[in-house]
């Protein structure tokens, strides 16, 4: 069987059980007036589920804290109506048979950075909440976190994780990556801390640790949790969580512990090596580290970056790239589950396309898609 083969294999965690091993990867839309969720959002996931994805995860939704949001016409995960939202979402998947998980979100420090005079959510006077008021290292930047605040964050990710429960959701994914509020707490830069959430890695996955053991008292042992984690930040993309196989070892340790099922591994190019001297992806490294499952994410079939490097702006296009790489890595075993992410805007049909050998047809990406979400 080669690698792109498996991809098309089924895959089971707990109750979780997917006809292939395609993933949605979550991406932040701006298209749910009043932060509610409506039937266009239902429709733009059912067409992904028809074509294809054996899970969607989607985009970040805001769990019930004031300081969670920072950006505008962004999903909520609270409120009759929000909520109300998110079950015609899920029926609409389940109706095209699809299984789909939210992405459960809190900002942090990336609230109230955005354009200036913008509206944030309905609670625009609370403060960006942080490990220790800052954004970067030394830049100061919001409310630093008292031990009720990390309390209240906790309880508001784990009545999420129940309510998705409660909607039909079949998972939920916990958003601690790309220098939002709990990758604020795993990153030395902006976690300075002196209590137990500070201090080694170990430590500085507690706040992490506790959000998913709540999460999982809540939602009982069978019900899968995922946790995407990253190396990278929107505010630095050279910054490092670990930088040894050792390290990486002691960060996934007690988040397995405290309940993770899969962890969702986010790079910017899912093909390059994590640590010197080792072939080995994020992904890979993760898999063998932690003895979990892992995805696989980062520009799957493109071959051009979203945000240019040097001028930190989106990108017109990127093109469709090769699979070999990708299916290279599902041979060697080095993950579980792939993401892809910006190809399937343009591409609704990619599993069926690449199951079919037809790649060649699937169109380049173009920001301009974003005008026709469906």
């Not at 929000?82 to 809190?106: K, Y």
């Not at 942080?130 to 784990?158: K, N, W, Y």
């Not at 939002?180 to 996955?205: C, H, M, P, V």
Request: net charge negative; glycine share 10%.
């Amino acid at each position: 069987m080669s690698g792109i083969d498996a991809l098309f294999t089924p895959f089971h965690c707990k109750s979780l059980h997917l006809p292939n091993r395609v993933v949605m990867a979550p991406m932040t839309r701006n298209f749910s007036p009043g932060n509610v969720p409506g039937e266009n959002v239902a429709a733009y996931y059912r067409r992904r589920a028809e074509g294809g994805t054996g899970l969607i995860i989607t985009e970040g939704t805001c769990v019930g804290h004031p300081a969670a949001s920072a950006y505008p016409d962004v999903p909520f995960f609270h409120g009759e109506a929000a909520l109300a939202g998110w079950r015609r979402v899920v029926e609409a998947v389940h109706e095209s048979g699809g299984l789909v998980a939210p992405q459960l979100w809190h900002t942090g420090a990336m609230r109230g950075i955005g354009a200036p005079g913008q509206t944030i959510d309905p609670w625009p006077e609370v403060p960006a909440h942080t490990p220790s008021g800052l954004l970067l290292p030394g830049r100061e930047h919001g409310h630093a976190m008292t031990q009720a605040d990390i309390d209240a964050v906790v309880a508001a990710f784990a009545q999420a994780a129940a309510d998705a429960q409660a909607l039909g959701f079949d998972a939920v994914e916990v958003h601690g990556a790309h220098g939002y509020l709990i990758d604020q707490f795993f990153w030395e830069g902006t976690n300075r801390r002196s209590d137990a959430y500070g201090g080694s890695i170990a430590k500085r996955t507690r706040f992490a640790a506790e959000i998913i053991a709540a999460i999982r008292a809540r939602v009982g042992g069978d019900f899968p949790i995922i946790l995407r984690f990253s190396q990278w930040k929107l505010q630095d993309y050279g910054a490092k969580l670990v930088t040894t196989p050792g390290e990486l070892e002691q960060f996934l340790a007690p988040l397995a512990e405290a309940g993770v099922d899969i962890f969702h591994c986010s790079t910017r190019r899912f093909w390059e090596p994590e640590c010197a001297g080792s072939d080995l992806t994020l992904a890979g490294w993760t898999r063998k580290l932690s003895g979990k499952p892992s995805i696989l994410v980062g520009s799957v079939t493109l071959e051009q970056d979203f945000i240019d490097e040097g001028k930190r702006n989106i990108g017109t296009h990127a093109e469709p790239a090769s699979l070999r790489n990708l299916g290279e890595l599902l041979a060697r075993g080095e993950c579980d589950l792939v993401a892809v992410g910006r190809s399937l805007i343009p591409n609704p049909d990619w599993p069926k396309l690449v199951a079919a050998g037809r790649e060649h047809e699937l169109r380049a990406y173009d920001k301009r898609d974003l005008e026709t979400l469906v």
